[in-house]
């Protein structure tokens, strides 16, 4: 008899167990006392539709207590789409507290876009600062320099979903110094200005389409680098120097090539010279005689420069002598 009281009660209290752990009586009495309507049956289906209850009774009591509109059906239809419902919440209190307007739908398909919601809706109220690197500039007179500046930004929430991010802003500040930098004809006058950098890329709205807002840009250090200007110039003048080297090269070897080709004309020629002889012999336009005599006349030349070079020495070796006495 004992026994069988004893399998009645185990089996009793396991099914209690399985009861209370498959429907949460804790969240349900929990909204009962925050005056929030939600009912067992609601709480079962969840269980059913694989949603954890607590992910969205607890936001919908805090919701409720902070005076918000919200409903069952929304905290759980953006729970099944995969999003944050808890953060979705926190940041629709932060903004409703702040006076934004910022509707669920909105701060739902934020979230869905994979921003940080309630990130944003604390940049609305307390803006951010956006450091930028170096930004090397040009000026007209080649000085280059060297400007980093401090872009204050506030989240756009209109435009989070679609809007480009903190990297456009930043290129489009850079580029905006470039600009206005390149522009000026010294690099004095940017130094002794440097607000005018601000002006110009605040007048160039350089934040639409983006998630944020621009309030400022303020230029926090200026430096002063390399001379471009000089540094091209010496570039430009090394390859004009290169060009007129190799050009010299090439009247040099030209000039050369005309030379072989004429040295070789001259050798061509006096080739020609035994040929004719040899002709006029066999045509008999030139005697046996004849051809001693100019091979006479040859020789007596030969003979006299021989002489003319060795008396040139000896009269150079005599200076020399005399100079060395």
Known sequence: MIINLLIVVIAVVCLISVFLTFV????????????????????????????????????????????????????????????????????????????????????????????????????????????TPNVSAVAKNGIELLVKARVTVRANLERLVGGAGEATILARVGEGIVTTVGSSDSHKIVLENPDAISKTVLNKGLDAGTAFEILSIDIADVDVGRNIGAQLQTLQAEADKNIAQAKAEERRAMAVAKEQEMRAAVVE?????????????????????????????IADTSMRSSISNAGNKNQTGTTVDKEKR
């Open 24 to 131: 949460p009586i804790g969240l349900w009495v929990s909204s009962l006392a925050a005056n929030v309507k939600v009912s067992i049956f609601n709480l079962v289906g969840m269980r059913l539709r694989r949603v954890v209850p607590s992910k969205i009774v607890i936001p919908l009591i805090k919701s409720t207590k902070a005076g918000m509109g919200l409903n069952v059906n929304q905290l759980e239809a953006h729970y099944l789409a995969g999003g944050n419902v808890d953060t979705v919440v926190n940041a629709l209190i932060a903004a409703h507290r702040a006076d934004i307007d910022l509707q669920f739908e909105k701060a739902a398909a934020i979230d869905l876009a994979g921003r940080d919601v309630l990130e944003a809706v604390k940049m609305s109220v307390n803006p951010r600062v956006i450091e």
């Open 269 to 297: 020629a006096e080739a020609e010279v035994p040929r004719a002889m040899a002709y006029a012999l066999r045509e008999g336009k030139l005697g046996i005689m004849d051809y001693y005599d100019m091979q006479n006349v």
